[in-house]
């Protein structure tokens, strides 16, 4: 039998920590999803620093193998147990290698949005070892699975958004055509930023790629909602909208 005192303990924490009408207002953004407390993420932060001086390992092994047993939900690991067992690898690790077998341990059981955008923006050892987490990311781009996907390109849009990977970026990106909703807004989302970044590189990328056009005109929406983008610009962005069908 597994011990999950740590988890126990951890989990009795999180019950206190939980705020009912946040529990109820997260779950409305995350549909599908069960086992949410209603922990905010600050708090979960916090945790995570306070398991990271004492016990993080511990609690990451109990943690891992109770969703492999049981999955994530109402009758397995909670949601907020999720997000703070991918906050303890993102702040356990100052070196990559080392890292690496954790978060090839907890991409697959990525399950919606919230899990790994959290986990991808925290994962600040990706922007220290920049090569070895980029090449490690491109594979994710072709799986068949929605959340590898977006993990992928979330990890970009988080750590390599700047010159030296606008152009390969952008590349990677046109040959994603996953039909999943949340694969085609990461993918919307990312090109935005590229562009609000680099609009000169970005813009003949717009004029001429491969995007599917839910997912391209999602994108220029995106663009045209920052206030970083000026008024004559929005205008040509505007007009490059592409007719969709009903049908």
């Known amino acids: 039998m597994q011990d999950n005192t740590l988890m126990e303990t951890i989990r009795g924490q999180l019950r206190e920590l939980a705020d009912p009408e946040y529990r109820e207002f997260h779950s409305r953004l ?3 999803i069960t086992g949410i407390m209603g922990v ?12 990271i001086k004492d016990g993080w390992q511990e609690y990451i092994k109990q943690v891992s193998l109770a969703w492999k047993q049981t999955g994530q939900g109402e009758k397995g690991v909670y949601y907020d147990e999720m997000i703070l ?6 702040g356990g690790f100052k070196d990559w290698d080392r890292a690496l077998p954790y978060i090839e341990e907890f991409v697959p059981a990525i399950n919606n949005w ?8 925290s994962l600040k050892v990706a922007g220290k070892y920049r090569q070895e987490s980029w090449e490690f990311i491109r594979p994710y781009l072709r799986s068949d699975k929605e959340y590898e996907i977006r993990f992928a390109v979330v990890m970009m849009l988080s750590h390599f958004v700047d010159e030296d990977y606008v152009e390969a970026g952008l590349e ?6 996953h039909q999943g909703y949340y694969v085609k807004m990461a993918v919307a989302w990312a090109i935005s930023i590229y562009f609000i970044k680099f609009p000169e590189p970005v813009m003949p990328y717009l004029e001429h790629n491969h995007l599917d056009d839910w997912t391209f005109n999602k994108a220029l929406q995106k663009i045209t909602e920052s206030c970083r983008v000026d ?3 929005k205008a040509v962005i505007r007009a490059m909208k592409r007719p969709v069908s009903r049908g």
Do not use: N, Y
């Not at 905010?40 to 398991?51: M, V």
């Not at 919230?114 to 923006?121: E, G, L, P, W």
């Not at 990677?172 to 055509?177: K, P, S």
């Open 85 to 90: 067992w991918g906050l303890c690898i993102c």
């Open 40 to 51: 905010r993420t600050p708090q979960l932060r916090g945790l995570s620093k306070q398991l």
């Open 231 to 233: 008024g004559e610009t």
């Open 30 to 32: 995350l549909p599908g």
């Open 172 to 177: 990677l990106m046109d040959h994603i055509h």
């Open 114 to 121: 919230a899990v790994c955008d959290i986990f991808c923006s």
